[in-house]
């Protein structure tokens, strides 16, 4: 069974034009179908908060508590501040860290990016900062943008908008950070500072994470197996990169598939860059950019993938080349392997 990993949302598949097509055995996200259930209604509206019933976290119903965007800092401080007063009756939000705030994302849904139904208002169709820091760059956070589902970094005094979560879930991992840094990217004592790495809310990394079988690496966090070499063949366009999996899945009789965009997060560890993986992972020939099953519900004709040196989660033409990295289920084995 599959843990910690959230559906992207996508239920269309799409050619390498973006022309709608049949899913069966296409081997694309919405055909295959990884994630975590969702309950229904996935959304409870209690007046001004919004509790998500898949990941146990509460967010505010409005997604403009704060009318105006600002620095990260200044968003730090803010939510503060609204703690201070318990706002809503509450005295515990935080900035979402990078996993949190993602975790809402629908990749098939475009202008916002949310799920269907969705009960939040005023939902503006750009940059939403995050409590996580950039490993590469660290004078700059993550932000997350809700018109596509596009995750990238911007300079902490830069102004984007905040959007306050709380609860803690066991669904959602812990991004990695353990250190926290101010907006020159300095340093700085993580206590009473709201950041990831003081907080780290979500589910802790199991240790080891990472334990070899027979024809991969076993992720302990998600029950996933992963090919231990991080290249498939050098790098290829979008249709390209499903062909050679269905070829190894056909060759080696085993669940191969090309991952979506969830899963290839799942590996990103955010206290690290170049690449952005757990220290001492056991993979070899990690590439910088990689193709997920997952469309873009923006554009069709584009798809989702993993700046794995970076961190990032962005999107590419589907003729462009990135690499192709295998993953499969770890269920789908018998005997008394640390898989099965």
């Known amino acids: 069974m599959v843990e910690h990993i959230l559906k992207t949302g996508l239920s269309r598949c799409f050619d390498s034009t973006g022309r709608e097509i049949d899913c069966s055995d296409t081997g694309q996200d919405a055909d295959l179908g990884i994630g975590l259930d969702e309950p229904e209604p996935r959304f409870r509206l209690e007046s001004d908060t919004v509790l998500d019933r898949l990941t146990g976290l509460c ?7 704060f009318e105006l965007p600002m620095p990260w800092v200044e968003a730090l401080e803010a939510i503060q501040e ?81 959007w306050p979560v709380r609860g803690r879930s066991r669904v959602i991992p812990q991004t990695g950070e353990t250190v926290c840094f101010d907006s020159h990217g300095r340093p700085m004592d993580c206590a009473g500072s709201g950041a990831d790495g003081e907080l780290r809310p979500g589910a802790a990394w199991p240790s080891p994470r990472f334990q070899p079988v027979d024809d991969g690496i076993l992720d ?13 063949g050098g790098t290829a366009d979008w249709l390209q990169a499903l062909e050679r999996i269905e070829d190894l899945r ?91």
Do not use: C
């Open 82 to 162: 609204l703690n201070s007063r318990q706002h809503l009756g509450y005295s515990d939000w935080r900035l979402p860290s990078r996993r949190e705030l993602r975790s809402l994302i629908d990749h098939g849904a475009s202008r916002p990016a949310l799920p269907q139904g969705h009960p939040f208002r005023r939902v503006s169709q750009t940059w939403y900062w995050t409590s996580t820091s950039s490993a590469m760059y660290p004078a700059y956070a993550w932000y997350v943008h809700m018109e596509g589902g596009r995750m990238f970094w911007g300079a902490k005094d830069r102004d984007y908008l905040v």
């Open 59 to 65: 967010w505010t119903t409005s997604a403009a508590t």
């Open 250 to 340: 056909q060759q080696s009789g085993r669940g191969w598939h090309l991952p979506n965009i969830n899963q290839l997060e799942s590996l990103v560890d955010a206290s690290r860059a170049s690449p952005a993986l757990p220290d001492s992972h056991p993979f070899v020939s990690v590439q910088e950019v990689y193709w997920s099953s997952t469309s873009s519900g923006f554009e069709p004709d584009w798809a989702f993938g993993l700046y794995m040196f970076k961190g990032a989660v962005g999107v590419g033409r589907k003729q462009a080349r990135f690499a192709v990295w295998p993953v499969r289920m770890a269920e789908e084995r018998a005997g008394s392997s640390p898989e099965s």
């Open 220 to 232: 302990g966090l998600t029950g996933l197996i992963w090919s231990t070499r991080a290249d498939l």
